[in-house]
């Protein structure tokens, strides 16, 4: 049952027929990780901080930087130096003080992955690290928890949700089978980001989040959201399980494709 200061707080969440009280009532009960706090990670949390979900952790090692500042909208220049996931659980902590921040100061690996996502009914991918999406692809799975994942570059994005366990239905590794060599890699500070893109892209992931969280919506489970900033268009399209790929070939699966 909600209280009188949630349904004044929810209260657009609410009067939407498709959410209901009900469907807050999902948001405040969730436990979401949010892996980066970055570029994507700072909207995600803003956004699902405002929408009540009630327990978010934000893992991240890095410390603000003054190019930061472009499109970690989240930062403030006063907030150079100092560590991110501290600056962004403060921030989120101002939107709404009624719900539970937890900063991780942590870079994410496979040694710590399945501790730091324990829990989760949700984890949300910001990183710009191959090692660390891996590493979270692996824990989901042995977890059974969705994977929302965000990427960006120059100026496009693309967003995809994975829970393979769902049904023949792919995972991050189908998407991406292995990481490709190091010195064709590229991250914000080599190649840029306009800065728009990433309030786009990670306003689109925390939209996918609060449906997912909510149970609303056509899902994105077994799809690519491929956003193109130049023509700020956005197009979804179908992912299909790779049958040999070797990170989710264990994977038990439901009958049901689940995919909407």
Request: glycine share 12%.
């Amino acid at each position: 049952m909600l209280t009188p200061d949630q349904t004044e707080r929810y209260l657009r969440h609410i009067v939407l027929k498709e959410m209901g009280a009900q469907g807050q009532q999902a948001l405040l009960a969730a436990r979401v990780v949010i892996v980066g706090a970055g570029g994507l990670g700072g909207p995600v949390l803003s956004y699902l901080a405002a929408a009540g979900v009630g327990r978010i952790a934000i893992v991240d090692d890095d410390a603000v930087e003054l190019s930061n500042l472009q499109r970690q909208i989240h930062f403030q220049t006063e907030d150079v130096g100092a560590g991110k996931v501290e600056r962004a659980a403060a921030s989120a902590r101002a939107i709404n003080p009624t719900i539970e921040i937890e900063p991780v100061a942590a870079r994410l690996d496979d040694a710590n992955a399945s501790d730091i996502i324990a829990g989760a009914d949700l984890v949300i991918d910001g990183v710009d690290s191959f090692e660390a999406r891996y590493a979270l692809n692996r824990a989901c799975m042995g977890a059974r928890v969705p994977l929302l994942s965000g990427a960006i570059g120059r100026f496009d994005g693309v967003i995809g949700l994975f829970a393979p366990y769902e049904g023949d239905l792919p995972c991050y590794g189908c998407f991406m089978p292995g990481a490709p060599p190091r010195e064709e890699v590229l991250n914000c500070a080599e190649e840029g980001v306009l800065g728009p893109v990433a309030g786009v892209v990670g306003t689109m992931m925390a939209l996918e989040a609060v449906k997912r969280l909510a149970g609303i919506g056509p899902s994105l489970v077994g799809h690519l959201l491929l956003y193109e900033g130049l023509s700020n268009t956005a197009r979804r399209v179908r992912l299909r399980r790779d049958p040999q790929c070797p990170h989710c070939a264990h994977v038990g699966r439901a009958h049901s494709t689940g995919s909407g």
